[in-house]
DNA sequence: CTTGACCCTCCAGCGACTGGAAGCCCCATA
DNA sequence: TATGGGGCTTCCAGTCGCTGGAGGGTCAAG
């Protein structure tokens, strides 16, 4: 299989497959013309990292994953430790955003937006503490 | 005043406070030694941008709105105009780590996490759409 | 034989810093 | 006067996860 099939089937952009293949995560093998040959496998593994991604897991926890998933003895408790942590950085990314969500909205509701110069966002930026 | 008594002031690294100055947001005088000798209207600017990124804001949101704040004549309709689009922005951002969140959380649920290697985690991974 | 779609490598850049090296400068203390 | 410690300077490199582009080889169809 080639690069462009690979990426038709994973959803994932050939860039984003060389890059993977750069960094270890798979290791295609070579046809006689230099192209990329991806065997069932290697393509199970993209998608797994694909969908790995749009969870959020960073690409060092992509590859633990990915280690684990291999592994047919490991123990789901590795699993769910990792999952756990990132699950818990998600919660925190959230919260963080809600706050700032808050903050904002309340500007921008504040806010007349029109053609006078005065405004309340620009006066909270400038004085307050934005929290 | 000083890189370090600004740094203070601002709560902003000494390193960002230079990084800033490299990509223009800030422009303090200098001392004969040549440390940067900043006038209480560049700390407020920093102060200011501090708490735009604080909220969010990317640095070329910020350097608009500092040009807004500058600027006695501006209409809030513009300062509104970016924080609205960087509001819609946020919540584009929360939506799509609550779906991660979701996702995830009922995999976490739902795994063991014991000594055995069986995991839905990983099933859903290898399998399944992750939405 | 040419066209156009593929594929290859290598280098650079994104955003917003951050770390570290190498080297001044300034002040206090011995 | 020497020394030590902190603060300041510049510059370069690295972070993360790609992405764009240049410059070129390969392949199948017409």
Redesign the interface.
């Known amino acids: 299989m080639n690069i462009g099939e690979v990426s038709q089937h994973t959803g994932l952009p050939p860039k984003t497959i060389r890059y993977y293949e750069d960094i270890g995560l798979v290791k295609p093998l070579r046809d006689a013309n230099g192209y990329r040959a991806f065997r069932e496998s290697e393509m199970?593994k993209l998608a797994?990292l694909g969908?790995?991604r749009?969870?959020?897991f960073s690409i060092e926890d992509c590859r633990n994953?990915l280690a684990?998933?291999e592994?047919?003895?490991?123990?789901?408790?590795d699993?769910?430790?990792i999952?756990?942590e990132?699950?818990a950085q998600?919660?925190a990314?959230?919260s963080g955003?809600?706050e700032?969500?808050d903050?904002?909205?309340t500007?921008?509701r504040d806010?007349?937006?029109?053609?006078?110069?005065?405004?309340p966002?620009?006066k909270?930026?400038?004085t307050?503490?934005?929290?």
């Open positions: 199970h797994f969908r790995a749009t969870l959020g994953l684990l998933w592994d047919k003895n490991r123990a789901s408790a699993v769910r430790a999952a756990k990132h699950l998600i919660e990314k959230i955003l809600q700032m969500r903050t904002l909205s500007l921008v806010c007349a937006g029109d053609d006078r110069p005065d405004c966002i620009l909270t930026l400038g307050a503490a934005a929290t």
